[in-house]
């Protein structure tokens, strides 16, 4: 891992010119995606920040680069390797001078060196390439887990402060959850989302902290004014808890 940072961090750049070849370091890569995984990792847990398009998108178009300098650096690599096996087959089908010998020993050394570049650039190229590829993965993968746990925790239409933290990708992506999790529990006619820890009391005590008006619950009609305190269903109850959006407020201890 430590050898594969200092690849990383270096970047490689080859330019032809009239002396030879030239190399030039003082650029990073993977710095962005990086930045990206920090990101996500300095939020809280179970909570979202907004999702860098911005950064996202940089990281995807470093990759683009990295993926076109790689692919002339492998046919490089490969004309190299071809001249060196040519080389080596000449010398032995046929008798050399010892002048011709050091003289294909030199050429056999620019195309060592040739090759020894090119696979050093291709290198960090792969190794960037596949760093930002895991960056990327962990940040939509961590992302899509808060994501699948707002499901169990929201009903199918999330509170707009969350909701604007997403992308157009993840609200897609927390409709189809919602959509299939509903479905499987019609089908099981069982409210999953509800009471995941067994409750101690079908009956629970809210303060209702806006006026709502009159609501039919399971058992009853009740008149959901603000600031009233009363004892209702748990099933009835937990809906209006976990969506903030209606203003009801556990409370375990009211004096």
Not at 145 to 155: A, F, K, P, T, Y
Request: overall charge negative; glycine content about 6%.
């Amino acid at each position: 891992m430590g050898r594969e940072m200092g690849i990383l961090l270096t970047f490689h750049s080859i330019s032809e010119t009239k002396s030879g070849r030239l190399l030039k370091f003082g650029k990073m890569y993977g710095r962005k995606a990086s930045e990206l995984v920090k990101e996500f990792a300095s939020s809280e847990p179970g909570q979202l920040c907004t999702f860098n398009n911005d950064l996202f998108a940089q990281v995807l178009e470093e990759c683009d680069g990295h993926f076109l300098h790689l692919q002339p650096l492998m046919r490089k690599i490969q004309e190299h390797e071809n001249k060196w096996k040519d080389k080596g087959r000449s010398e032995d089908e046929m008798g050399i001078s010892e002048d011709e010998r050091s003289k294909s020993e030199a050429e056999k050394l620019v195309i060592q060196t040739a090759l020894k570049s090119d696979q050093f650039g291709a290198l960090v190229h792969h190794l960037s390439l596949v760093r930002n590829k895991r960056c990327l993965m962990a940040y939509v993968y961590n992302r899509a887990e808060v994501i699948r746990s707002l499901g169990w925790m929201v009903d199918s239409v999330l509170p707009e402060e969350i909701e604007e933290k997403l992308s157009s990708n993840e609200k897609e992506y927390f409709k189809n959850h919602v959509g299939t999790l509903q479905s499987y529990m019609s089908e099981l006619d069982l409210h999953l989302t509800v009471d995941t820890v067994p409750p101690k009391d079908p009956y629970i005590k809210v303060r209702v902290l806006d006026d709502i008006g009159e609501v039919a619950l399971s058992d009853q009609v009740a008149n959901l004014a603000r600031h009233a305190i009363m004892f209702l269903r748990r099933t009835d109850a937990e809906q209006y808890i976990t969506q903030v959006v209606f203003s009801l407020c556990l409370q375990q201890q009211i004096s």
